[in-house]
């Protein structure tokens, strides 16, 4: 299996704002195992960019704080995985996490 997670960071740690952040962690996933871990700048956030931007980048799934319905709407047109309502960590434990069927999620975290 092969996977690439985006997600949202603010100081390489999850940022509940997924439109706000600073840079977004690009994790890659072979065989279950944490392959590459880069940090890519976005570009400037209007809507529609980021899930355009991410898909061109290979993402397969998304670990978000919260997000506009929008956003979640354009990965769902891509096929990409969105994964809400995560409160913290750094995007290897998260991915980790999610590897091993222990990511926790909840509500959206995003009001708009």
Same mark, same amino acid.
């Given at each position: 299996?092969?996977?690439?997670?985006?997600?949202?960071?603010?100081?390489?740690?999850?940022?509940?704002?997924? @439109?706000?952040?600073?840079?977004? &962690?690009?994790?890659?996933?072979?065989? $279950? +195992? #944490?392959?590459?871990?880069?940090? *890519?700048?976005?570009?400037?956030?209007?809507?529609?960019?980021?899930?355009?931007?991410?898909?061109?980048?290979?993402?397969?799934?998304?670990?978000? @704080?919260?997000?506009?319905?929008? &956003?979640?709407?354009?990965?769902?047109? $891509? +096929? #990409?995985?969105?994964?809400?309502? *995560?409160?913290?960590?750094?995007?290897?434990?998260?991915?980790?996490?999610?590897?091993?069927?222990?990511?926790?999620?909840?509500?959206?975290?995003?009001?708009?």
């Amino acid at each position: 299996m092969k996977k690439k997670f985006a997600i949202p960071t603010l100081n390489n740690q999850l940022t509940a704002h997924f @439109g706000h952040c600073e840079k977004f &962690a690009i994790v890659n996933v072979d065989e $279950n +195992n #944490i392959s590459k871990e880069e940090y *890519v700048t976005p570009p400037f956030h209007e809507p529609g960019v980021y899930p355009k931007f991410l898909a061109d980048q290979g993402v397969n799934v998304i670990i978000a @704080g919260g997000m506009g319905q929008k &956003a979640q709407d354009l990965f769902s047109q $891509n +096929n #990409i995985e969105v994964h809400m309502g *995560v409160q913290d960590g750094s995007p290897t434990e998260l991915v980790q996490s999610y590897l091993n069927n222990q990511l926790q999620t909840g509500q959206n975290l995003c009001d708009h």
